[in-house]
């Protein structure tokens, strides 16, 4: 082969791209040889073309050329098979533009724009340059990677800079072969452009596909939906947006927010960034308002949510899971009273029911311990998913596990073809109430402290662990410390349960709320009309009720039974032992108090006088010196009921409990 070309570049990666580049286009007719200044040039050529890649390579490189020799300056043009990168940068992105030179940056950023990438912000940068790129994240560059500075994000590398079609046609006509071969030359590099124009309309017609299913997406949803570009032009508009404000998607394409809303506190929303969603009225709808900022491409986008549709559905929520009898009944406005005691209890669980964590309810029987955890249940985010309730007490402890754990087909004789869904499993999502915790077997406890640790169950006669996530609220009318000291119940378990605690205060300390709950027990029996005599409301606002509530609902259903007109008197109350003996069991248990405050005081005060610290592990001694034994755990039930009546005072720290003046004088009474 006689033609014979020499190309001269300045790195290794330049060489090879354009080489190649020569190598396909015109290796056939013309042999080529190629040379790095970065590697090795020789000292002279003597064939009949030398090609410099750039100007600055021909200062550099253009000793070696013999007299004989013809030289030409490559001129370059992009790689149109990589420029497809850049048509994903958002519009209005700066971006830094790297290459070796200025001169040759400049070169880049100029080409670039010319043929139509002027979507983005280019910033110049070539080694040397000490400052102007501070807070661009992505670089794009001709393949000049090893010189973007730190930094950068994003780089997106176009690939070297191949030669022009105005040096191609030069190089042919130089060995007088444009006649012959230009149109072939010409064919092959335009075929390259094709190529690229047909990746570009693949491109457009996958962008429109996309776009289509966004749009049918965005359609389906049963909310507004608005999307505003970094313009504040509105660019999506969907069908219950059109509903919501009675303006067409094709109207509002392109507007802004004040061409469109001239409700002045809706527009101030929408034009206001970080805000929470906030209730309006539009057209009749009622509808709550989000605002979401989408950061990739500086849009916003608005959700109109119609706050009826929303009741609707919790209501056809709450229909459902009335069917399958999963539902916690009583909300705190059936907690009746107004008792400081129970209008602080009900705030306190308004609190815990804004967590997931377990929650222990303790009170005496009767109190209303289900009605809290009902309460809790529906006044927390999980209100719409099941609530089952579970009596420890009610049944056997065999029977008990396969309801609370499920069982597999065949776990045990009389299991029901394909087994059966536990409680747990069956509240997933929602809550469990497991009422008289403290009647539990030991047994369980373990199985069901694996279940509230590991958030997982398994069924009876199963060999795979279920994920569940349930909230447990448990209930117990009896002191779990002191059957964590008689070995009758986990203290792991305890604590477990124990997360949250929620007190609720027997009847007797809550006394004015009697006469608020016989109205309302009048009214469930459709008595309204019945009138309680003073006399009677007086005894029954005197009586302790260690039945709690529960006894007083019991006392009120039995007066409306056996009274006769209007009135329900003394002469009402029953005849018979349960009313007389429970006045009498609370004479007994309140002198059989007053001898517990009379110990623990008379402990207290010579601890006091004799300047040393009253424990409760030192009252708990005293007491067994005195004859009359306490248990730590009866000593801090004492102390708290003496605390609460202003008999004694519980300081911090080795300081201990002291005993107040209205203590000496309420222990004197006693010693009388």
Known sequence: MNNHLTLITGTPETKAALHRQLENIMGEIIEITSYAADEFLPDVIHEDLIVYSSELIEREAGHIAGESCTTLTAQRAINYQHIDALFHLPEGSKVLCVNDTRQMTEQTIDTLEKIGLNHISYLPYYPGLKKGWEGIKVAVTPGEVPIIPRGIERVVDIGVRLIDITTLIDILDHFQLKEQLGGLISSRYTGKIIDLSKKVVQM???????????????????????????????????????????ISSEQAAGKSLSQLFKQHDLLQFLSQPQQEGRFFTINTYNVMVYRYQWEDTNSVIFIFKNTDETISMEKAARKQLTKTGYIAKYHFSDIIGKSPSIEQTKSIAKKLAQSDLPVLIQGESGTGKELFASAIHNHSENKLEPFLAVNFSALPEDLLESELFGYEEGA???????????????ADGGTIFLDEIGDISLKLQARLLRVIQEKEVRKIGGNKNIPIHVRVIAATNKNLLELIEAGEFREDLYHRLKVLYLQVPSLRKRKDDIPVLVSQFLIENGKREKQISPPLMDRLKSYNWYGNVRELQNTISYLITVSEGGKITSEDLPQSEFFQKGERKGKQQGKLDQRKHEIVLSILLELNNSYKSASRKKISEHSNFLGNPLSEQQVRKIV?????????????????????????SYLNELLL
Do not use: C, W
Request: a positive charge; charged letters at 30%.
């Open 412 to 426: 045990f004789t009389g299991a029901k073809k394909g087994g059966k869904k536990g409680l747990f499993e069956q």
């Open 204 to 246: 457009n017609r996958k962008t429109e596909t996309l776009n289509e299913h966004l749009k049918q997406v965005v359609d389906g949803v049963n909310d507004g939906i608005m999307a505003v570009d970094h313009n504040g032009k509105i660019t999506v508009f969907n069908p219950f947006m059109e509903e919501y404000t009675g």
């Open 640 to 664: 708290k009921e003496l605390e609460e009546l202003g008999y004694a005072r519980v300081k911090r720290g080795r300081a201990g409990t002291e005993i107040t003046s209205a203590g000496q």
